[in-house]
């Protein structure tokens, strides 16, 4: 027996690897003779050599230690001992990764910190479900829903607030949103927002208050809202749309208040003075064209029950200025039309107003101490009280007013000489002329005003005729100053307007229109011709035609020598029997003649009062003779060959037919057959 003995690996090419031990749980040496086949039984190789090394890693113990190996303990936890420890991957252009089967929990104790660091220029990133939601950039940017960010912190999202800032218990919050135009919107929960310092806004940008948006003025107002001003067009501008109080002070440049209504001024709660100097003030209005317009009012609320207050709405003052001067104010209350093309109709005027006496005096010279008038006229004229009860006019004196001329006392218009007159064409009375007694004109009478009236009865006695001219205009005719008629002259025609809907002629009087007079009787005619006996004021003639529209009432008899008509007898209109006084002939032409009876009607032919024909409700004809009275047909020929003037009975084939009277009666059938028979029950 041969023994010899070799160190495995040692002289056959190469040593084992340790990987052959350690990726294998059992190794097993066996022996082979050239080419023959592994010999047995083979020997298992422990791997008890590695063994030696089992409570150290490369000389490292597991433990939670300085220079010691991680381990799992028995809660599932990697315990890492070092005082500064740290996972690191050495490969360069690998990615580490940590992951787990459910969430990561990044955790430290105490006071302690977790610090993320990408180091250079690397960045942080979020993802969620594989997508990125933030960033932190090398450059210590951080980006909300965007890979870029651009700010400090940059928020990216369109589906509503890009931040929202919540209350600890979640139940309010104000949210941050900008839109596609670089627009910012916060958006409280609440009703407030508070600014605890300045809000400094950079030039060009505005601020919107209330609803409007993209506008290059600043405004305080709701989306509909807009300024009426052009000016207000620019980021120094303010528009506010709704009320502004200010306690404080408003101070202007300019204070333009088109559209600040007087009612919006606080009443003083004291007098109100304004001191002028040499300033002055101007109201300008500007009406529309054709509106009623008053400018300025002014009211006062006078109340003296005694009348022994001095009680003034406008008092115009003239300062003692302290030096005697030739003459102090030109005027103070002066009334100027600067229009060229119109004129002012009144520059002083008195208004009615509430029911009783408005004032007890237009103009009261009184108290005052008049110099040289108190009135100065167009062209120099002056009315003046030089002397206590006495009036002296300078110049000619027209007068006009609503009553004429009225004298009070017992002296009446003295006349030192003249007459009243203008010399020419008799006196021009400008408005009423009142005559208690006979005025006897030579010459016309020129009534410019509005009326003539009297208190009795007003009698125009014309030996010739009486001229109404109008020019165009209407006469109306009034009782009581209430209007019931009126005439309107239109070109040619005359047009007689009754308010009372009826033009009413007294008894025995008649209606003339054509020009025919002296008649009896009513006629529209021009020649007065009638071949009946009209001799009454209850009859009318018509020498022309009628058209009647309506209905044609009848009372008494209507006697015609010919009447055409079309579509118009309707036998409703007679109320009894329509008589002829000669023979009438009916001619129907190429129409048809139709009786329609309804449910009642009868149609009778009678001789006198006997009938011998009629049409009943249910469609039987029957014929009733007078005594003694025959149905003749009349007949060329009296053989079956007469074509004309016989009676021919059509029967229909398909049926048969009855002919008899109330004793016997015949059938005729289908085929033409007569067969006789008794009575018909």
């Known amino acids: ?183 910012l919107t916060i958006d409280p929960s609440g009703d407030d927002l508070t600014l605890g310092g300045d809000a400094i806004l950079s030039d060009t940008f505005t601020l919107q208050v209330g609803g409007k948006t993209a506008t290059a003025y600043n405004a305080f107002a709701n989306n509909a809202d807009s300024p009426e001003e052009a000016a207000i067009a620019a980021d120094n501008d303010l528009y506010i749309g709704g009320d502004l109080e200010v306690d404080g002070s408003i101070y202007a440049g300019s204070l333009i208040a088109s559209g600040v209504p007087w009612s919006g001024i606080t009443a003083p709660t004291d007098n109100l003075t304004v001191s002028m100097a040499a300033y002055n003030s101007t109201f300008t209005w500007d009406p529309t064209a054709n509106s009623a317009e008053t400018a300025f009012v002014m009211n006062f609320d006078g109340e003296d029950s005694a009348a022994d207050e001095d009680q003034v709405l406008l008092s115009l003052n003239q300062s003692s200025n302290g030096t005697d001067v030739t003459e102090a104010a030109d005027a103070l209350l002066t009334f100027t039309n600067s229009d060229a093309n119109d004129p002012v109709e009144n520059a002083i005027r008195f208004d009615a107003g509430a029911a009783g006496t408005d004032f007890t005096y237009g103009i009261n010279f009184d108290a005052a101490s008049i110099g040289t008038a108190e009135l100065v006229l167009q062209n120099g004229e002056t009315i003046a009280n030089t002397v206590d009860g006495t009036i002296a006019l300078t110049g000619d004196a027209s007068i006009s007013g609503t009553t004429g001329l009225t004298f009070t006392s017992t002296g009446g218009l003295v006349l030192a000489g003249g007459t009243i007159s203008d010399g020419t064409d008799g006196v021009d009375i400008a408005d009423n002329l009142e005559v208690s007694g006979d005025t006897t004109l030579a010459g016309d009478l020129a009534v410019n005003g509005d009326d003539i009236t009297s208190n009795d009865t007003l009698t125009i006695d014309a030996a010739t005729d009486i001229n109404l001219d109008a020019d165009g205009a209407d006469i109306v005719l009034k009782d009581g100053g209430t209007t019931f008629a009126s005439f309107t002259n239109s070109t040619t025609d005359l047009t007689l307007d009754i308010v009372g809907s009826q033009l009413i002629l007294g008894d025995t009087d008649v209606l003339n229109i054509g020009g025919v007079t002296g008649l009896a009787y009513n006629a529209i005619s021009d020649s007065g011709t009638t071949s009946h006996s009209l001799a009454s004021d209850d009859d009318l003639y018509v020498e022309g035609d009628v058209e009647v529209d309506g209905t044609l009432y009848v009372d008494g008899t209507l006697v015609s020598s010919g009447i055409t008509c079309t579509d118009c007898l309707d036998f409703t209109s007679f109320e009894d029997t329509l008589d002829l006084d000669a023979t009438t002939d009916i001619n129907l032409g190429a129409n048809n003649l139709t009786v329609d009876l309804d449910s009642t009607g009868i149609f009778d032919i009678r001789d006198g009062t006997t009938t011998f024909v009629s049409f009943d409700d249910d469609s039987t004809i029957d014929i009733t003779f007078p005594a003694a009275g025959t149905l003749g047909i009349d007949a060329a020929a009296t053989d079956n060959t007469t074509t004309t003037g016989v009676l021919n009975l059509d029967i229909d084939t398909a049926t048969s037919g009855n002919i008899g009277s109330s004793i016997d009666y015949q059938v005729v059938d289908a085929a033409g057959n007569v067969t006789a028979y008794g009575e018909k029950n």
């Open 1 to 183: 027996m041969v023994f010899f003995s070799t160190l495995i690996g040692e002289d056959c090419g190469s040593e084992i690897t340790s990987a052959v031990f350690t990726e294998n749980a059992e190794v097993w040496l066996s022996t082979t003779v050239g080419a023959d086949s592994e010999m047995t039984p083979r020997q298992q190789i422990a791997n008890v050599g590695y063994a030696l090394n089992a409570e150290t890693l490369q000389g490292f113990p597991p433990d939670t230690t300085v220079s010691s190996i991680p381990y799992i303990n028995r809660d599932g936890n990697v315990l890492i001992g070092a005082s500064t420890p740290g996972i690191r991957n050495t490969y360069a252009s690998a990615t580490f990764v940590m992951s787990s089967a459910n969430a990561i929990t990044l955790q430290s104790a105490g006071s302690g910190d977790i610090t993320l660091t990408a180091t250079e220029s690397g960045t942080i990133k979020f993802l969620t479900a594989g997508t990125q939601a933030g960033v932190i950039t090398g450059a210590q940017l951080w980006g909300i829903g965007t890979t870029g960010p651009d700010a400090k912190v940059d928020s990216l999202y369109t589906g509503g607030e890009q931040l929202r800032l919540t209350y600890a218990d979640g139940s309010t919050y104000t949210g941050f949103t900008t839109n596609s135009g670089g627009d």
